[in-house]
């Protein structure tokens, strides 16, 4: 290693200086530091305030997909929690919006991720799910997205609905959940016509609610046994 200190500079040629000066300054003036700022600046707004960023970059212009030969599909992706996403040749999808989308959701749904580990213009899926999108009970869908063919459909939602439609699925699971307690305390504590009678009121309201609300009943879920994934598919 050379250490230039001011006695060896006093050794080097004016014109040597000068030629190491002037590389410094064209190095300088040729090195795009705006646009390497700029790049940094977009990757820390899209992983630090997805919602944001993705709201102002928002493409309103895409409304349907057009086939394309090209679009084979290759290999299964499978998300974190096991469920089977479409098959796709490309690295990047968008989220189908959902009609009871949570909090969590909602900022991605129609939005681009990219399924690549990193990727300077969209936001990767990996910090998507950092974010807290595909939660446990997630219903989103991946679809395929290939620039240039693929159009988005505006979301016929809105938060407010979205919202108040996600309470009412979570009104629901509390039902369900209540219906689990009772019937494994008969079949694993104590089997009494008390006990008994109070499951068939909880399956009655059950039925009421799943009416009232439009939902469709899904009597696997009332099962105390099922999986904690299941409670929520």
């Not at 681009?112 to 939660?135: F, R």
């Not at 290939?146 to 509390?174: A, D, W």
Request: charged share 30%.
């Amino acid at each position: 290693m050379i250490i230039i200190t001011s006695t060896n500079m006093s050794n080097f040629p004016w014109w040597v200086i000068l030629i190491i000066i002037f590389a410094i300054l064209i190095l300088y003036f040729l090195i795009p530091w705006k646009k390497i700022y700029s790049k940094n600046k977009d990757k820390s707004d899209l992983i630090n305030e997805p919602k944001e960023y993705l709201d102002k970059n928002k493409n309103t212009n895409l409304t349907k997909n057009i086939a394309n030969p090209q679009n084979k599909p290759m290999l299964g992706i499978y998300n974190w929690f096991g469920k089977k996403e479409a098959l796709r040749l490309k690295t990047l999808i968008y989220v189908k919006p959902e009609e009871d989308s949570c909090e969590l959701c909602i900022p991605f749904e129609n939005k681009i991720l990219s399924l690549e580990p990193y990727d300077n213009k969209y936001l990767t899926m990996s910090e998507a799910i950092s974010k807290g999108y595909h939660h446990i009970g997630c219903k989103h869908k991946d679809l395929d997205y290939f620039p240039g063919s693929t159009k988005i459909k505006e979301n016929r939602f809105t938060i407010k609905e979205q919202s108040e439609k996600h309470s009412i699925v979570l009104g629901l699971y509390k039902l369900e959940n209540d219906i689990r307690n009772l019937k494994y305390e008969f079949d694993n504590v104590k089997q009494t016509d008390k006990l008994n009678y109070e499951i068939i009121l909880k399956s009655e309201e059950i039925h009421r609610y799943c009416l009232k609300n439009n939902l469709i009943r899904n009597s696997e879920r009332e099962n105390p046994n099922i999986s904690d994934l299941k409670k929520f598919s």
